[in-house]
């Protein structure tokens, strides 16, 4: 069902972990699973992401599409993360199954928060970031399941 990538970031996952006075910090829940994902970024002069953090209380394929996420944005530029997509993500993990596409959304919208946390802590604008959801179904109408 998961692909040997998506096996391999779930049992290894990479950067793991805080950062100590992090440049942005994100952190997007799922109000429907209750999994959470925490991003820290620590930002260089540049706006380059010089070093990146995760910690993620949720499912397999969010760890994995977390630490997949993590390692796309590292020694990019804000506006370069800012194109790291779900989608990106989950075709860098050779594909998830479509009940755990989802799941990928908590990554891109935690790198969202952390680089608009850092907007916000330096005053500046980043353009084309729109203010993250602090959960990813937010604005959906009320489902019933
Ligand atoms: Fe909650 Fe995967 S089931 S993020």
Redesign the pocket.
């Known amino acids: 069902m998961y692909s040997d990538k998506v096996m391999d970031h779930f049992q290894n996952p990479r950067n793991v972990g805080e950062i100590e006075n992090a440049s942005g910090i994100g952190t997007v829940g799922?109000a429907?699973?209750?999994?959470i994902m925490r991003i820290y970024f620590d930002i260089d002069e540049n706006q380059v992401i010089r070093d990146v953090k995760f910690k993620t209380f949720?499912?397999g394929?969010?760890v994995a599409t977390s630490s997949m996420a993590t390692e796309l944005v590292k020694g990019k530029t804000i506006y370069e993360a800012l194109e790291v997509t779900n989608k990106a993500v989950m075709e860098a993990l050779d594909g998830l199954p479509p009940v755990?596409v989802?799941?990928s959304l908590?990554a891109e919208e935690a790198i969202h928060a952390a680089l608009w946390d850092y907007a916000e802590k330096n005053d500046i604008k980043i353009d084309g970031l729109q203010k993250p959801k602090s959960d990813i179904h937010e604005g959906e109408e009320e489902e019933e399941y």
């Open positions: 799922n429907k699973c209750g999994d949720g499912c394929a969010a755990k989802h799941c908590l």
